[in-house]
C-alpha cells in the first residue's frame, strides 16, 4: 500500500457514509481498516476494528467475508498477547 494515510481516511469516511444508509454493511470496511492500522504498527486501532467486524460477522451471508473476519479474530487476538508480552 502506497499511502496508508489517505486510505485510512478514505475508510473511515466511507464507514460515516455507511452509517447512514439503513441496509449498508460496513464489515469490509471495518476488516479493511483494522489491515491497514496492523500495517502502520497501530495494533489497538486494529484490534477495534476487528472487534467491530466480529460484531457485523453474524448478519453475514457472505462465507469469503465470514473466513475473513475469523482470521482478522485470530490475529486480533494474537495482537492483544503481543501487547502483553512487552
Given amino acids: 500500500m502506497y499511502a496508508p494515510r489517505a486510505a485510512l481516511e478514505h475508510l473511515s469516511h466511507a464507514l460515516l457514509a455507511a452509517g447512514h444508509l439503513p441496509e449498508a454493511n ?3 470496511l471495518f476488516l479493511a481498516r483494522g489491515q491497514v492500522h496492523e500495517s502502520l504498527g ?3 486501532a486494529a484490534r477495534r476494528d476487528f472487534e467491530q467486524a466480529l460484531q457485523w460477522k453474524d448478519s453475514l451471508q457472505n462465507d ?5 473476519v475469523l482470521s482478522c479474530s485470530r490475529v486480533s487476538g494474537k495482537l ?7
Avoid at 469469503?64 to 475473513?68: D, G, P
Avoid at 492483544?80 to 512487552?86: A, E, I, L, S, W
Fill in 26 to 28: 460496513p464489515l469490509p
Fill in 42 to 44: 497501530e495494533f489497538e
Fill in 64 to 68: 469469503v467475508l465470514s473466513h475473513n
Fill in 80 to 86: 492483544g498477547q503481543m501487547r502483553t508480552d512487552f
